[in-house]
């Protein structure tokens, strides 16, 4: 399975993997998936949705979700995302700690969320703690770090309006990350679906 090929160990409902590249091929999952992009810069194509992602930027990813990762030509920067694999049976008990499984299963569009730089060294110091850990110490170590994903994903779910349209849901997410904080306003205009207007428009 690929909850296997992902893990150093057989047999375990939770994994990770470090990618250094794109993955242009549009596919599903059998599992859900927690997708955080640790460097550089990517593409991401989700349910019909395009999305540049930055360092911090981070997705829920169901079952049914269709997506692929395609290169940024406009980033020379070096690239790299973990994603964390969850078993559909851990995902409904751990999501349901959260009574949101249902709800979240069949939200429509995509889920995205992002962590600030602190907490991406962090994940990363832990990603590399966790693959030098025993089977057992392994999965329960993951299971940690997803679920402190989990809590950052539902403190910003909080944000969300079901009554906006999507984009404007993902820019609330993308304007209250700290990283974004200094951003020019024609900057964070380019994350919008209305990243032509005129800077005059965008004054304050």
Request: proline share 4%; with cysteine; glycine share 2%.
């Amino acid at each position: 399975s690929i909850i296997n090929m992902a893990s150093p160990f057989k047999d375990v409902p939770v994994a990770f993997n470090w990618l250094n590249t794109e993955y242009p091929t549009m596919h599903t999952h059998e599992h859900w998936e927690i997708l955080v992009i640790m460097s550089g810069s990517i593409l991401h194509e989700i349910n019909g949705y395009k999305q540049t992602l930055n360092r911090g930027d981070a997705f829920l990813i169901r079952p049914q979700d269709k997506h692929c990762l395609n290169k940024n030509v406009n980033s020379s920067d070096p690239y790299q995302h973990l994603n964390f694999i969850i078993d559909n049976e851990f995902a409904h008990e751990l999501l349901n700690i959260y009574d949101d499984y249902d709800e979240l299963l069949n939200e429509k569009g995509y889920i995205h969320f992002s962590i600030d730089d602190s907490d991406v060294e962090d994940l990363y110091e832990r990603a590399l703690l966790a693959q030098n850990l025993s089977k057992s110490e392994y999965v329960e170590y993951t299971k940690l770090i997803i679920s402190y994903l989990l809590l950052k994903f539902f403190e910003q779910k909080k944000l969300f309006n079901s009554e906006y349209p999507m984009w404007l849901n993902s820019f609330i997410v993308y304007i209250s990350s700290p990283k974004n904080f200094g951003q020019p306003v024609q900057e964070l205009a380019k994350n919008t679906s209305y990243c032509n207007l005129d800077s005059r428009d965008l004054s304050l």
